[in-house]
Each structure stands twice: as structure tokens, then as C-alpha cells.
């Protein structure tokens, strides 16, 4: 199992970056997966999750109307699109998967001006 994030940078604020979390060793789709962030000197905090089932989704509050997951079958990608994107979600993402807890290993967002 692994997942490789990619897709992070530096970005002013209001602008959009796409995450995209590449999956390999075992079908995304049959499984929940999420976005997790860790900002510097604090804990980690769950940004978004698609269920396995219907693929329902779940987002913080903080993120909600802004921000994205879904999912590339085909691909065996899930993807975290953010805009309007604000300095305070300057932060390692993680890819994250049930069931084994799977981590990938983060790509860092900063927002910044």
C-alpha cells in the first residue's frame, strides 16, 4: 500500500491549488479516504473524507464551501481541490486511508502574499 501526495506550492491568498493523492496496492474507491492537515506547532486535524460507500462526503468547518475531495476511479487517485484558499491553511496535507491507516508522506501548502 501507498499513496504519494503531490500538487502543493505556494500560493497568494484567494488563489487555488488541486491536491492529488496517487494510490497504489489496493483499489481507492472500496475504501474511505481523507485529507488530514498538520500546521507548524499544532496537531493534525481531518480536512475531508469520502466514504467508500456512495461516496459521501464529510468537510471541516473551517474548509466547508471551499474546498473539495473526490475521486478518479480510473485513475486510483482522490484529489483535494481548495480555493479561495486563506494564509491559515498554510500546512502539511496528508493523504490518509482506512482500514490500516495508511499515511502518505504530505506535500506542503503555504498561503501566503
Known amino acids: 500500500v501507498q499513496l504519494v501526495e503531490s500538487g502543493g506550492g505556494l500560493v497568494q491568498p484567494g488563489g487555488s491549488l488541486r491536491l492529488s493523492c496517487a494510490a497504489s496496492g489496493f483499489t481507492a474507491r472500496i475504501y474511505t479516504m481523507s485529507w488530514y492537515r498538520q500546521a507548524q506547532g499544532k496537531e493534525r486535524e481531518l480536512v475531508a473524507t469520502?466514504?467508500?460507500?456512495?461516496?459521501?462526503?464529510y468537510y471541516a468547518d473551517s474548509v466547508k464551501s471551499r474546498f473539495t475531495i473526490s475521486r478518479d476511479n480510473a485513475k486510483n487517485t482522490v484529489y483535494l481541490q481548495m480555493n479561495s484558499l486563506k494564509p491559515e491553511d498554510t500546512a502539511v496535507y496528508y493523504c490518509y486511508r482506512s482500514n490500516g491507516e495508511y499515511w502518505g508522506q504530505g506535500t506542503q501548502v503555504t498561503v501566503s502574499s
Open positions: 469520502m466514504s467508500r460507500v456512495g461516496g459521501s462526503t
